[in-house]
């Protein structure tokens, strides 16, 4: 219950307006303040980087006049030694694999799922696909696991022994670990 006169709550409303507001600006501008402070040091290194690059180029115009262009290529053709692992290397494409997988599926198997997993390993990035499916029998796996063995974009094809513990109508899985390209 507020005892006040109208009046004088009309004021404290305003007061506690006026405080929030400047609470509110004060948080802003502390915000502003503590980014671009520790944006500053990014801001300094970019510049001196643009200037020094800016820098070379004058060196290397400078130096294409003067040598007739060889020294530059081979300047060019040493960074472009030091930045070569900067490149993209895209995945192996996974629509190429499936069709390899489709073109090479002999006639007693049917695939029923696959499923993608890129993978890290020590030599960079790999797929690999962990394919299942209905085959006829075990000698339709073993022709399907033999067919997708000659084909150069797998590097490793497993198959779980269990893959292999029916005679007919067998579940089997499969998993595929694709070559870099």
Do not use: W
């Not at 198959?159 to 029916?166: D, E, N, R, T, Y």
């Amino acid at each position: 219950m507020n005892l006040l006169p109208p009046k004088e709550k009309i004021e404290n409303q305003r007061n506690y307006f006026y405080r929030f507001l400047a609470g509110l600006t004060g948080a802003v501008l502390a915000s502003l303040l503590l980014g671009c402070g520790l944006l500053l040091p990014s801001y300094i290194l970019i510049k001196a980087k643009q200037a020094e690059l800016k820098a070379n180029l004058v060196s290397l115009k400078n130096l294409r006049q003067a040598d007739g262009g060889e020294k530059v290529y081979k300047i060019l053709e040493a960074a472009d030694q030091r930045v070569d692992f900067l490149l993209f290397q895209p995945a192996p494409s996974l629509t190429a694999a499936v069709k390899e997988i489709l073109v090479r599926r002999p006639a007693g198997v049917k695939i029923t799922g696959l499923t993608y997993h890129p993978q890290a390993d020590a030599a960079g990035r790999s797929v690999a696909m962990a394919l299942t499916g209905v085959a006829a029998s075990r000698e339709a796996i073993v022709a399907f696991v033999k067919e997708l063995q000659t084909e150069p974009s797998f590097s490793s094809i497993n198959v779980p022994v269990s893959s292999f513990a029916k005679g007919r109508n067998i579940e089997f899985s499969l998993t595929l670990v694709q070559n870099e390209k």
